[in-house]
């Protein structure tokens, strides 16, 4: 099919044709659509080498964060050819569903243009689907405590795990927590990876007592919770560099562990912020597999 | 994969030459876009799961019996495999009509009719052998209605390259005898080797089992096949790097799946269906324009990434 004429040359360079470019997507922080794709596009180089095989499952807010957001698991109608299908078929939902997988750059800006603000991420990748590649653990504060309370605990949980012998990556959730993961060497079955998370949560509980690590409590005021069950098939967690639907435009934003110190601020990483440095403290992490 | 020689019903592309009359289906009104109530099968909605549709079973169009040695199994012959690529109807643009195709002479730009053609085979540019239909009779296979299996092979064995179309067998009052052979050759894994002939051409021919039936496929002679070490380019390839090759296997292996033929649709078909929906509903069709000064921006951010992309 012949395109239309391309008077600005974007066809060599993409092949999305971008939409609505100015609809603002936050408002608090006057950021548009615009604003987002581009974002994704200078962050594609941090971004891909993580996404690459990896299902994912986007969270769209056509209308900004202001109006209503959904999920996404399937590619949606009109899914353009140089996107990546992954076919999978859902036991519980017991229908097959067509998975994204963000294998390209065009595919990036893609979701990007489909206001798909957060893209989350399995912890398997499609080609081994059902065997995690990485361990997650989700560490969340439930108020009065606050971001300093889980840098506390983050730092527990990395002396636990080095203590086995394995080095740690950490980002921000974008949200409240943080998320610790580490890189698996191939495998492994969720249910071995789901029930090493949760011992150390629950040695940790042990220790501290305002950590619970089991779900029936972790609304209740005051704990930090350290969530094991992220690590089952299926399940996400937001992408490194994924925006996430805040007022601020946080990013779930990986760190070194020299960054986390008492009086940061889980909001300080924002969609400017990670514009601003070119480190990149992940860098490497699927060359770093680990055995637990 | 498409057949030589297929039926002329399941061939759509045969439409646009006057071979087929009967195979042009008169479309209602003369806006070439079927009005009203679509007829069945004109448009349907993609199946969007993983499973192959089960289609619907037509009608058989040739009738015989496959034969091993003095065995005789008869069966009818089903099309299997259709094109539904889409085609759209030539039109004159000044009053909507559809035009026809008309063998004219090269002469004097008549039309002539059927009965006045002969066949010829151009020996040298301009000069032809003419052949009469008795003449080219004499030659053409004996078509009596039979598959011959000479040979049985593993159905693995098999070079997918060599395939052309299709065909479902459906027993023919002979259900024990189907049975019978499906049964021995899906138990061994093997597939009847043979040949056919359709109409006039004498095609090799596996009969195999396939999702609970048996199907004869037709295959290529091997001169119609060309093998890739006909291009200099392949036979002096150089072999990669041992580094690069890893990164290449890591990358086929993070990709790596079960084949799954329902993760592929006919995406251009799909929206030349919901455009036909729409103008049909009476909504006008608009295209985006691109916005030049407003992505200029997002080029520049392009450019940037990819080069950095490259260079990693």
């Known amino acids: ?292 | 994969m498409s057949g030589t020689e297929g039926p002329a019903r399941s061939r759509e592309k045969g439409r646009s030459r006057a071979a087929h009359p009967a195979a042009q289906e008169p479309v209602p009104g003369n806006t070439g876009v079927p009005a009203g109530k679509p007829a069945a099968g004109m448009i349907t909605v993609p199946h969007p799961g993983g499973h192959a549709e089960t289609g619907t079973a037509g009608r058989a169009f040739w009738s015989g019996a496959i034969t091993i040695g003095l065995v005789n199994v008869p069966v009818q012959l089903h099309t299997m495999v259709r094109d539904r690529s889409f085609t759209f109807r030539l039109l004159h643009k000044e009053d909507g009509q559809p035009l026809r195709y008309d063998r004219v002479c090269t002469r004097d730009d008549k039309v002539v009719p059927w009965s006045e053609t002969v066949r010829g085979y151009e020996v040298r540019k301009g000069e032809f052998l003419v052949f009469s239909p008795e003449e080219l009779r004499a030659v053409a296979p004996e078509s009596d209605r039979k598959i011959r299996l000479t040979k049985f092979v593993h159905y693995l064995s098999l070079d997918p390259m060599f395939f052309g179309t299709s065909y479902l067998l459906v027993p023919d009052r002979s259900e024990d005898a189907y049975s019978l052979f499906l049964s021995a050759i899906r138990k061994s894994g093997k597939a009847g080797v043979g040949t056919i002939t359709m109409r006039t051409k004498e095609h090799p021919v596996v009969v195999h089992a396939y999702g609970g039936g048996l199907v004869a496929t037709t295959l290529h002679y091997p001169d119609e096949v060309t093998q890739p070490a006909a291009y200099p380019q392949l036979r002096e390839l150089k072999a990669p790097k041992d580094a690069e090759l890893a990164l290449a296997q890591r990358i086929v292996d993070e990709l790596s799946g079960d084949f799954a033929i329902g993760e592929f649709h006919d995406r251009y078909r799909e929206a030349i269906l919901s455009l036909i929906e729409k103008k049909l509903a009476g909504e006008k069709i608009v295209y985006a324009e691109p916005h030049p000064e407003e992505a200029k921006e997002l080029m520049e951010a392009l450019k940037e990434t990819i080069s950095t992309l490259q260079k990693k």
């Open chain 1, 1 to 292: 099919m012949k395109r239309e004429t391309d008077p600005a040359g974007t066809e060599e360079l993409t092949k999305v044709r971008f939409s609505n470019l100015d609809r603002v997507m936050y408002p608090a922080a006057g950021i548009t659509k615009k604003e987002v794709i581009s974002y994704y596009i200078r962050t594609a180089p941090r971004l891909l080498p993580f996404l690459f095989g990896r299902p994912i499952t986007m969270h769209r807010f056509p209308d900004g964060i202001g109006g209503e957001g959904f999920y996404e698991k399937d590619a949606p109608k009109g899914t353009p050819d140089f996107v990546a299908i992954f076919l999978h078929h859902s036991v519980t939902a017991d229908r097959d569903v067509r998975f994204v997988l963000c294998n390209n750059l065009d595919t990036l800006i893609w979701l990007a243009n489909l206001a798909s603000l957060e893209i989350h991420a399995t912890l398997s990748r499609a080609a081994s689907y059902e065997s995690p590649d990485l361990l997650l653990f989700d560490i969340d504060p439930e108020p009065p405590l606050g971001f300093d309370a889980v840098i506390d605990v983050a730092k527990v949980v990395r002396e636990h795990l080095q203590a086995d012998g394995l080095s740690p990556y950490v980002k921000t959730s974008g949200k409240k927590g943080l998320h610790i993961v580490v890189p698996l060497v191939p495998g492994y079955r969720f249910a071995d990876v789901r029930s090493y998370a949760h011992a150390k949560g629950t040695a940790i509980a042990r220790d501290i007592p305002y950590v619970v690590a089991e779900f029936p409590q972790s609304r209740d005021k005051g704990t930090i919770f350290i969530d094991y069950l992220q690590n089952a098939g299926g399940k996400t967690m937001a992408a490194p560099y994924s925006l996430r639907a805040t007022p601020e435009a946080t990013v779930s934003t990986p760190l070194a562990w020299s960054d986390l110190t008492r009086g940061v601020r889980a909001e300080d990483f924002t969609m400017k912020t990670v514009l601003g440095t070119h480190e990149e403290p992940w860098k490497g992490i699927l060359n770093d597999r680990q055995k637990i």
